[in-house]
Nanobody, 127 residues
């Protein structure tokens, strides 16, 4: 049974930083894709960052480029999202997701292509 468990959410002031972690179990970590998504109240779920574990190709949403960094720890079957220079508009529930080799298409990653999801962790940025 595949399980994805997020941790590291919280509340910070604008300009602050948070680090999210996603631990995967029951999942073939290598040769697959891990992603972070977020969903604010009343809005659709949107992709934040994605990484192919085998090869390390990385993708970011334009809104977070230069501020967020996704990375992997293969030994721990873990993916992290370092979030710096946070803005109030980053406030959302953040979800970790796992997909197969063909998950990212032409640099685009959408929720429908990811098979497994974590429960989410809340990030709140105050102005």
């Amino acid at each position: 049974q595949v399980q994805l468990v997020e941790s590291g959410g919280g509340s910070v002031q604008a300009g602050g930083s948070l680090r999210l972690s996603c631990a995967a179990s029951g999942y073939i970590f290598s040769s697959n894709c891990m992603g972070w998504f977020r969903q604010a109240p009343g809005k659709e779920r949107e992709g934040v960052a994605a990484i192919y574990i085998d090869g390390g190709s990385i993708y970011y949403a334009d809104s977070v480029k230069g501020r967020f960094t996704i990375s992997q720890d293969n030994a721990k079957n873990m993916v992290t999202l370092q979030m710096n220079s946070l803005k109030p508009e980053d406030t959302a529930m953040y979800y970790c997701a796992a997909g197969g080799p063909g998950t990212v298409v032409a640099g685009n990653f959408v929720p429908e292509e990811f098979e497994y999801w974590g429960q989410g962790t809340q990030v709140t940025v105050s102005s």
